[in-house]
């Protein structure tokens, strides 16, 4: 498939574990942050949002948890399937509107049977 | 419903040259906006268009520049192509209205500068 980031950070797991994809952000000022998922030779598929008033969000097997006092958050994958193979991205929006979205670099999630 | 469609998949050009690409959004979006993903960069964003105007811009030469029609289909150009504009460029379409970044991408136009 098309490579995306030849360099990315990788988390290998086990298929049926848990998966923790972390992220750090440095503007404290940041109230709003999205989680995009990239298969390869795909463009990125939404996957969950979190607004700076909220500290956990839950959707279908995927948990987004925000901790503004250290700016980090993570998305936690349960019971990670061979499907969940993908790049992931942690994004926020510029200023200037929702549709200006600067990404994180990425993490690689490779699961094996 | 019909996703967020970009032509062509592939395309080849020489230094110098100049090149146009397509993003036809989602049916009922208004916004489109254009990345640049590269290994070394990662995913950059390039411009925004709503209601066939520019709206948010980011830091990329003149060379690169796009447009909207009044059907909401956007092409992008770049112009005096170098071999550093070789990329994955992705176009993402949204409703502008949820008041959420939720935007649909298409799968690209890989180009490649030689």
């Known amino acids: 498939g098309e490579s995306v980031g030849l360099h990315l950070p990788t988390l290998s797991v086990q298929e049926g574990d848990n998966s923790i994809i972390n992220c750090a952000y440095s503007n404290s000022a940041s109230d709003y942050f999205i989680w995009y998922k990239q298969e390869s030779g795909k463009g990125p598929q939404f996957i969950i949002d979190i607004r700076s008033n909220m500290d956990k969000r839950q959707g279908q097997r995927v948990t987004v948890l925000l901790n503004k006092t250290v700016k980090h958050l993570s998305l936690q994958i349960a019971a990670t399937q061979p499907g969940d193979s993908a790049v992931y991205f942690c994004?926020?929006?510029?200023?200037?509107?929702?549709?200006?979205?600067?990404f994180g670099a990425g993490t690689r999630l490779a699961v094996h049977p | 419903k019909a996703g967020v469609t970009q032509t062509p998949r592939y395309l080849i050009k020489t230094r110098g040259q100049q090149v146009t690409l397509s993003c036809s959004p989602i049916s009922g979006h208004r916004s489109v906006s254009w990345y640049q993903q590269t290994p070394g960069q990662g995913l950059q964003f390039l411009f925004e268009?709503?209601?066939?105007?520019?709206?948010n811009k980011g830091n990329f030469p003149g060379r690169f520049s796009g447009r909207q029609f009044s059907n909401s289909r956007s092409e992008m150009n770049v112009s005096t192509l170098e071999l550093g504009d070789s990329a994955l460029y992705l176009c993402?379409?949204?409703?502008?209205?949820?008041?959420?970044?939720?935007?649909?991408f298409g799968a690209g136009t890989r180009l490649s500068v030689l």
């Open positions: 993402a379409s949204s409703w502008d209205t949820s008041g959420r970044a939720i935007q649909y």
């Open positions: 268009y709503f209601s066939e105007t520019q709206r």
């Open positions: 994004a926020e929006p510029l200023s200037g509107g929702y549709n200006k979205l600067i």
